[in-house]
Each structure stands twice: as structure tokens, then as C-alpha cells.
């Protein structure tokens, strides 16, 4: 598996960070929100060539959908679909209770955030990944002197999961599996012992 498209469901800080990245490593980069192509061209600027502002449709049908958007927002996301088999998709959700502002926390256990967050992608293969950090640590460039910034990661397929550490050392980034969505995802999601968190990589 490798992945040739990136989309953007949520066209925010993080969502743009991670995209540049992407667009500067090659990678086509769909951005999509939830007001339409139209609102999107200081997202594209901000990630730069390579960017392109997208409906939710085109965005969808990336071989790696980034999901940020609102926590609360996701079941309105993955309803859009019926079907969302034959991507990955990455939760960059945090689980508050209410946006703008994001506070509080929606306890959905007994499943983690990204558990209840794979419910609402029926098809697809969900991973963990560039929560725990805020945007203005995901957007610099990850090499540093030091080593590379830290991305946790966390799912349930082999497959998609080696694609993912690939596709992240790529952007400079040192993927780092924390295992499943139940355990990986505990330890990522807010108030566990990795959320809001920044690591190097040493070397
Ligand atoms: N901020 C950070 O440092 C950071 C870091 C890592 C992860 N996160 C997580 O990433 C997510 C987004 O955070 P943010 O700071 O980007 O929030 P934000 O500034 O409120 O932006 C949310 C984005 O999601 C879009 N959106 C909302 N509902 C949507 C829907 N139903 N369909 C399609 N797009 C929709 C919005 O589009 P419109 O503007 O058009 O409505 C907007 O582009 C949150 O879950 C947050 O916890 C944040």
C-alpha cells in the first residue's frame, strides 16, 4: 500500500500543517471544508504548491483522508458517505465536548475517541495520528539537528500502518507505533499519558 493523494476533510491549523508537509514532500493535497472550495484560498496559500481547494467529495475519495474537524463534528462527516472502504483514514480528532472554543471532553467509553470515530467510517481503515500535539509543533519542519519530531500513531491493520510510518518518514517525521486504537489510542487521546505532548527522535 503507499499513498498517492492526500485530502483534507477540516482545512484548520492542524489539517494545513500536516498537508504542507505533504504537499513539500510531492504528495497532491485536496483541501476540503465544511463552507465549500470557494472559502479555501488562504488554506491553499498557507499550504502552498501542490494544494488545491476541494469539494468534501473529492477530498473523500484520497487514498489518505485527514479528518480535523471538531470531535463532536464527526458523526456529520463519516454520514456523508456510505461507504468509505479503499482508504485510510487519519482521526486527528481530540475529544472535547464542545468547539470553538474546544473544552470539555465527550466521554464515549467504554471506546476510545478513535474507536467511536472508526464507527462512523464504515469501510474504512482508520489510524491515531497528529492529535496529541498542537499545530504550531506539527508545522515546523520535523527534521531538527537534535533528530526528527515524534509522530504517535496508533491502528489496527499491519498493512496500513507500515504505509502510514513510510508515508510519515517521507515528510521527516519518526513515526512511532503505540499499537492498537483501544491501547495506542488511550494513551493519545486527551488525558492520556501522550496527549499534548512533543518528542524528538535522537539521531
Ligand atoms: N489546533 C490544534 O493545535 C490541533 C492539533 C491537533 C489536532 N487538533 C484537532 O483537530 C481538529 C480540528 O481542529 P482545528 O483547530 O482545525 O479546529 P477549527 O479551527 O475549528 O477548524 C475546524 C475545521 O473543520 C471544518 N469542519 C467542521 N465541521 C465540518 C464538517 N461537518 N464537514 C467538513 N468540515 C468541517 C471547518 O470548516 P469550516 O470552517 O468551513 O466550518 C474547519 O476547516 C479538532 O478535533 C482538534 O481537536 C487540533
Known sequence: MEFTTIGTIGAGAPARAVAAHAAKAGYPVLLSNSRGPQTLEAAVTAVGPGATAATFEQAAAADLVLVAVPFINVPAVGERLDDWSGRVVVDMTNQFAEANPYRGFADVSPLTGTEWVAQHFPGATVIK???????????????????????????????????????????????????????????????????????????
Request: aromatic share 12%; no cysteine.
Open 129 to 203: 495520528a497528529f492529535n496529541a500535539m498542537f499545530s504550531t509543533f506539527i508545522a515546523p519542519d520535523p527534521r531538527h539537528e537534535e533528530g526528527s519530531q515524534v509522530v504517535f500513531f496508533a491502528g489496527d491493520d499491519t498493512e496500513a500502518k507500515a504505509a502510514f510510518a513510510r508515508w510519515g518518514e517521507g515528510l521527516g517525521f519518526a513515526p512511532v507505533d503505540l499499537g492498537s486504537l483501544r491501547d495506542g489510542g488511550a494513551l493519545m487521546q486527551l488525558g492520556g499519558a501522550l496527549n499534548g505532548k512533543h518528542f524528538i527522535q535522537q539521531g
